[in-house]
């Protein structure tokens, strides 16, 4: 089985309450835990696409990975917004546990898909976008090409994950959906939107693209079974 979990914003080792954003992140990792052993066994895997912790660096990620880690199943990660602890693909491999693998410029055959991935970014459209964020959209999309080439070597049905939408209500059509068109993407998860957010999310098939918002408080928690199953 091959499941979902996006946004799941630990902290065990720094002091970042997520229920300052509401109430209904309150207890969020033990209601993840419960959720995923309820759902989750040891020869599944979870993708788990971006936003993972609060700490600001590699030392103070250990103990989220840990506790993601001890979980059952075979773990897919990707670099959120939110994960400054991210520092260097190497480092970051050095303190994963034997379950968890993490994509950069790079994919991974899992579940009969090759997992292709990259962190995304605002889009030109957002009223926010500027000069500096036009330099790293370019290059989430150069990482997203090197992933998908890399998936496509592979000769599996690909499965992109993003952390930041490739898409919006109103900006339907954008370099990164013209690029999982392209490659024939099957399946694109995405989540980095929250609360009164879910709202703009694009869901359902668009182009032959399926997408799927997948954050944590969106899901109630609950790792997302997804569909549809790759065919040959």
């Avoid at 703009?200 to 098939?205: E, L, N």
Wanted: glycine share 8%; charged share 20%.
């Amino acid at each position: 089985m091959l499941f979902a979990l996006g946004d799941v914003h630990l902290s065990h080792a720094v002091k970042k309450p997520m229920d300052i954003f509401g109430s209904v992140w309150e207890d969020h990792d033990e209601r993840i835990r419960e959720n995923w052993m309820r759902k989750v066994s040891p020869d599944d895997t979870v993708l788990l696409p971006g936003d993972l912790s609060w700490a600001m660096t590699l030392a103070e990620a250990k103990a989220d990975l840990e506790w993601l880690g001890n979980l059952p199943g075979r773990q897919i990660l990707l670099r959120g917004n939110h994960d400054y602890w991210w520092s260097g693909i190497g480092r970051v491999r050095n303190q994963l546990t034997g379950n968890q693998t993490a994509i950069q410029n790079d994919a991974v055959s899992v579940e009969g898909y090759a997992v292709c991935g990259s962190r995304g970014w605002l889009l030109p459209s957002h009223p926010q976008f500027s000069d500096s964020d036009a330099v790293i959209y370019s290059r989430e999309l150069q990482r997203l090409t090197l992933s998908l080439d890399a998936g496509a070597r592979m000769g599996l049905p690909l499965l992109v994950m993003l952390h930041y939408p490739p898409l919006s209500q109103t900006d339907t059509d954008t370099e990164f959906t013209r690029m999982l068109e392209a490659y024939g993407v099957r399946l694109c998860i995405y989540g980095h939107l929250h609360g009164a957010a879910h709202r703009f999310a694009v869901q359902g098939t668009h182009n032959g693209v399926n997408y799927q918002l997948v954050s944590a408080d969106y899901l109630n928690f609950e790792p997302l079974t997804l569909s549809p199953a790759p065919c040959g």
